[in-house]
């Protein structure tokens, strides 16, 4: 659950970059080595769930059609 909730916290903060504000930054304050922290858990989230997606997912499973 903690790593689905640093991912969409990740996502936002990607689509948000475009309008220059930083999710993160809101969240943590201005503690670069937090935000840090944020950044390296997020990366580390999106690795889990790409290793991981095929068995926790019901169309990816084997024998299901797209």
């Known amino acids: 659950m903690l790593a689905f909730v640093l991912l969409v916290v990740g996502g936002l ?20 080595a937090i935000e840090k922290v944020v950044y390296i858990l997020v990366g580390l989230s999106a690795i889990y769930f790409a290793t991981t997606h095929k068995s926790d997912c019901k169309m990816c499973s084997p024998g299901m059609a797209v």
Request: proline share 5%; charged share 10%; no cysteine.
């Open 13 to 32: 903060n990607w689509g948000l970059t475009a309008f220059d504000y930083n999710l993160v930054s809101m969240l943590v304050g201005k503690w670069p």
